[in-house]
Every structure is written in C-alpha cells, then in structure tokens.
C-alpha cells in the first residue's frame, strides 16, 4: 500500500537537544510538506519542497530545518532554538498536477522532558 | 497566516442528526478542500471543489462553494458516532502551498 510514514509516533526532547522527526513517502509525490499542530488550532506550515534538492520556508519555520536529499524522504530537524516545540507534527505530499489532494502521514506528538 | 475560519469550532450532534459546518476565506481560489482528522491522527482528504462548482456531493457529504462570499459548507447527513472527528477546509495560497483553516470539532452523540 502507498503511504507516508512519519517515525517515532512519540519523541521527547530534552533541554538544548536537537530531534529529527522522519517522513518517508512512496506515493512518488514531488511536493513535501512539514505542518505544526498546536492542541485545538489548525495546521501552520513549517517547511515545504517542491522538489529534491529545494526547500522553502512556510509560516513557522525559526528553530527548525529539513533537507531533501531523496524524493522519497523529508525530515524535519526541531533545533533547540526553537523553545516550544511541544505539538504535533504532521507531513504531507502531494502529486503535481491541479486540484491534488494533500496525503498525510499519522504524526509525531513531540514533548518536552 | 490563516485563510480559512471554519464555524462553529465545536459541534455536537445525535446520531441520525445532519452536520453542518462552514468555512470561510479571503482572497480568490481555484478550489476548496475538506479534510477530516481523527483524534491523534493525520488528516484525510474527504472532497475538493471547485471554483467554478457551486455543490458536490459524495456519499452522506455535501459541499457546497459561494464564491461571491467567499465561503463553503460542509454537511454531512445522518451522521454516525464514526463521523466524531475534527473537520477543516484548505485553499491554495500560493504555487504547492494550501492554508487550512482552525477547523470544526464534530462529536456525535450515539
């Protein structure tokens, strides 16, 4: 079945520590996406790709970065710059073309210790 | 930056109740997504419009799209105890870039 795979399901970060949340998708979609999502709010963009190789800043993106080595892999880096990064994170992609829908993958709650 | 604001934020139904919920946003769009999130999980494309569609259905949903306002709704007919889920619209804001909007938490009572 194609999909996208975020891991760890639950990631705690202590004090100064950087974490790096995984997206894996084998849709062979073009565009990633990282999404914040605060308790009872919607989603705020982090980061997104359009290809490998590039990326382009969203909303929120201070105290976070990403890379896009691979077409099929987008990791998120939360960088202890980032001073409230507890939420839940959510990736997406989506093929080119008009009128696509957004494919997500089932999040990662991120905590602080 | 937030496009859409859906209304109400927080909705709850009998089973057998119809759902409504609406979303509205701010600049012109070629098209309108609905997405669905359960409890702990990720989002799931439910329906796209289009601008130049006034209503589309698909099963129990129905979506409707005024352009002229600048808004859409949701309504969900005979709504199940599976139907308790969070419930946002996105639109374009720019090239691969969509905006969702704060989203309606639907519980359904059963």
């Known amino acids: 079945d194609g999909g996208i795979t975020q891991s760890p399901k639950y990631l705690f970060r202590k004090e100064g520590q950087n974490v790096t949340l995984s997206c894996e998708q084998n849709l062979n979609h073009d565009a990633m996406y990282w999404y914040r999502q605060d308790p009872g709010q919607g989603l705020r963009l982090i980061y997104y790709?359009?290809?490998?190789?590039?990326?382009q800043k969203g909303d929120i993106a201070e105290g976070y970065s990403v890379s896009r080595e691979k077409k099929e892999s987008f990791p998120l880096t939360v960088t202890s710059a980032q001073k409230n990064p507890t939420a839940f994170y959510l990736c997406?992609?989506?093929?080119?073309?008009?009128?696509?829908?957004?494919?997500f993958g089932d999040g990662t709650r991120l905590s602080i210790l | 930056s937030q496009q859409g604001e859906e209304d109400p934020q927080a909705l709850s139904i009998q089973e057998g109740e119809n759902a409504t919920m609406n979303c509205s946003y701010k600049t012109s769009i070629n098209n309108l997504q609905w997405y669905r999130q359960n409890s702990g999980r990720g989002l799931v494309h439910l329906i796209l419009?289009?601008?130049?569609?006034r209503e589309k259905h698909s099963g129990r949903l129905r979506v409707t799209l005024d352009t002229s306002k600048k808004s859409s709704s949701l309504l969900i007919t005979a709504s199940r105890a599976a139907d308790t889920a969070s419930y946002f619209c996105a639109t374009p804001g720019g090239t691969y870039k969509y905006i969702f909007g704060t989203g309606t938490r639907l519980k359904v009572l059963a």
């Open positions: 997406a992609s989506i093929r080119q073309g008009a009128d696509q829908p957004q494919h």
């Open positions: 419009i289009r601008s130049n569609e």
């Open positions: 790709s359009q290809i490998v190789n590039d990326f």
